[in-house]
C-alpha cells in the first residue's frame, strides 16, 4: 500500500519535501502470516520460546544487541537497538510473566524489519528514529506463569523503590537512552469490554498521568497524540474492540513514573477476542500497532491528531464478559423452580480449575461462547467410589454419567482409563444441590430421559453423541 507523506517540520524535518512512502500498518493476512514468527501461538511464553529467534537475529546488522542486565535468577535481559535517529523509542514487554501477546509482536516486528522486502520501508526511517526494544523484561516470572518476578514483588510497582533487579535494568535503561516515546506493552483481564458493549476490549490504550490532576504536558499530548493515529488504525482493522484502560495515576508504575520524567508514553493493553483463546488476534494488531508507530513516530503524523480522537475512546469495563455463558439452566430446590444463567471461567489461563462465576439473570452480559441448555435442569455433581479395580473405555465411562455419576472418589490407582474423555478423580471445591460462585464448574444437566450433558471442570460433553460440545461464538 502507497500513500504520500508529508514529513512535518520537527528539528529535522522539512515541509517542503513529500516522499513516496510504503506503509505497512495495514498488513494484509497473507502479508502477516509471511512475517509471523512459528511457535509462539500458545497461552504463555518464557525464555527459551524466543531464545533461538533472538539467536537468529543476532546475525543480522541492522540489530544491535547488548544484554542490559539479568533477572533474579540469572536469565539475561537484552536490549535490541535498530536505527541511527534523533527521535528514539523505547518498548518493552512483559514485565509482568503471564503477559506474553506482545512479546511475540515484537518478534513478529523483529522479523518484518529484517523482511528484505520491506528494505524500502525501512530505509525511511533508520535515519530518523532509534528504536530500542526489551522483550521480556521478567523471564523468571514467566518461567513460573506469574505476573511476579521470583522475589515475589511486582515489577511495575517497583518504579520508585527500584528493589527488584529487573525493574532497576529497564529503570537504567531509560535514563541511559532518554526516549522520546515509551510503548509499555501488557496484557489485560480478558473480561474487559468496550464501554457498555458487548465487544471484549481487544485492545486497551492509554496515555498514562504523571500525577493525581491527569494533566495534559507537552509530552503526555504526544501520547495521546499518537494514541490518536492507533485509534484511527483500530477503526479500520478491528471496529469497535479498541478501549482506553483506566487513567487512574498509578505513583509505583512505570507507566506514569517514565511520563512523569517527560518521556511520551503509551500503555498498550492486549485483551481477549472471540474463539480466540491464545490472543493471537491482539498479536497481530500489536504488531500492526508498534510498526504505525515507527512509521507516524518517524515522519511525525501523529501531531495532526486532535486531542478529541484520544477523548473518544470509551474506557474499558470490567466484569463485561464472560468465557462461558450456559442460559436458561432450570433449577428446582425444595419444590421453588426457577430458570437461570450460570457463568463459568474457564481454564484457558493454566491454572486446570474451572468455577462457576456468576448464576441468575446474566441477560446482560456477552460471552466468548455460549450454550442454550433450554429443557434441561441443574443436577448436583456426584462420585462414584472407587472401592475396587475398575477400568473405563468411552461406553463404560459414558453409561456411568448417564446414572448421574460426574466424577470419582477414593483410591485413583484403581482407576485404569482407556477413555480419550474428560475425568475428574477426587476433584476440590463442588458445588452442592445448588449452584454455587466460585466453586469447580463439575455438575450434570437433565431432563426427563436423564442426563444429557455433562459440565466437567466446564469442559461440556454431550452423552448423546459422547462428544465435547463446541458452545457457540458470539
Do not use: C
Request: charged residues 20%.
Amino acid at each position: 500500500m502507497q500513500r504520500i507523506l508529508i514529513w512535518f517540520l520537527a528539528g529535522f524535518f522539512s515541509l517542503s519535501t513529500v516522499v513516496q512512502a510504503m506503509t505497512f500498518s495495514s498488513l494484509s493476512a497473507q502479508q502477516y502470516n509471511n512475517i509471523k514468527q512459528a511457535g509462539l501461538d500458545k497461552r504463555q511464553l518464557v525464555h527459551s520460546d524466543i531464545a533461538p529467534v533472538l539467536q537468529q537475529h543476532q546475525q543480522n546488522p541492522l540489530f544491535r544487541f547488548t544484554q542490559a542486565g539479568q533477572s533474579a535468577q540469572g536469565t539475561a535481559i537484552w536490549q535490541i537497538d535498530i536505527g541511527s535517529g534523533p527521535v528514539k523509542i523505547l518498548a518493552w514487554s512483559q514485565m509482568h510473566g503471564d503477559e506474553s501477546t506482545a512479546t511475540a509482536a515484537l518478534m513478529d516486528l523483529l522479523n518484518f524489519i529484517a523482511a528484505e522486502q520491506n528494505r524500502s520501508w525501512r530505509e525511511q526511517w533508520l535515519s530518523k528514529v532509534t528504536l530500542r526494544l526489551l522483550p521480556m523484561v521478567n523471564p523468571d516470572g514467566a518461567a513460573a506463569h506469574s505476573r511476579f518476578n521470583s522475589m515475589g514483588i511486582d515489577i511495575n510497582r517497583d518504579a520508585k523503590a527500584l528493589q527488584t533487579p529487573e525493574g532497576r535494568v529497564l529503570m537504567q535503561v531509560a535514563k541511559a537512552f532518554k526516549p522520546d516515546f515509551g510503548l509499555n506493552l501488557h496484557d489485560q483481564n480478558r473480561f474487559y469490554t468496550v464501554g457498555d458493549s458487548a465487544k471484549p476490549a481487544t485492545i486497551s490504550l492509554l496515555a498514562p498521568a504523571f500525577n493525581e490532576a491527569k494533566d495534559i504536558d507537552a509530552a503526555r499530548k504526544k501520547a495521546m497524540q499518537l494514541i490518536g493515529d492507533m485509534a484511527t488504525l483500530m477503526s479500520r482493522e478491528m471496529p469497535g474492540y479498541l478501549a482506553k484502560y483506566d487513567d487512574t495515576f498509578s505513583w509505583r508504575s512505570f507507566g506514569d513514573t517514565f511520563a512523569g520524567m517527560g518521556i511520551s508514553t503509551v500503555l498498550i493493553e492486549s485483551g481477549g477476542h472471540p474463539v480466540d483463546d491464545t490472543r493471537q488476534v491482539a498479536r497481530r494488531l500489536n504488531t500492526q500497532l508498534l510498526i504505525m508507530s515507527i512509521e507516524s513516530i518517524g515522519s511525525g503524523a501523529y501531531q495532526q491528531q486532535p486531542l478529541s480522537a484520544y477523548q473518544a475512546i470509551p474506557f474499558n469495563r470490567d466484569d463485561g464478559i464472560k468465557d462461558l455463558l450456559l442460559d436458561n439452566i432450570s433449577l428446582n430446590v425444595n419444590g421453588h423452580k426457577a430458570l437461570i444463567d450460570i457463568a463459568l471461567d474457564l481454564d484457558i489461563d493454566g491454572n486446570r480449575r474451572a468455577r462457576i462465576r456468576d448464576i441468575g439473570d446474566l441477560s446482560i452480559y456477552a460471552a466468548y461462547h455460549k450454550f442454550d441448555a433450554g429443557g434441561l435442569q441443574y443436577q448436583a455433581a456426584k462420585a462414584y467410589a472407587l472401592t475396587k479395580p475398575l477400568t473405563l473405555d468411552n461406553a463404560g465411562y459414558l453409561a456411568l454419567l448417564r446414572e448421574g455419576y460426574s466424577h470419582f472418589s477414593g483410591d485413583e490407582s484403581l482407576l485404569t482409563n482407556n477413555s480419550d474423555l474428560p475425568l475428574l478423580v477426587n476433584p476440590q471445591g463442588l458445588t452442592g444441590p445448588t449452584p454455587a460462585r466460585y466453586r469447580n464448574a463439575t455438575f450434570l444437566l437433565a431432563n426427563d430421559q436423564g442426563v444429557q450433558v455433562a459440565v466437567l471442570n466446564g469442559q461440556l460433553l454431550d452423552l448423546r453423541s459422547g462428544k465435547l460440545l463446541q458452545p457457540a461464538a458470539i
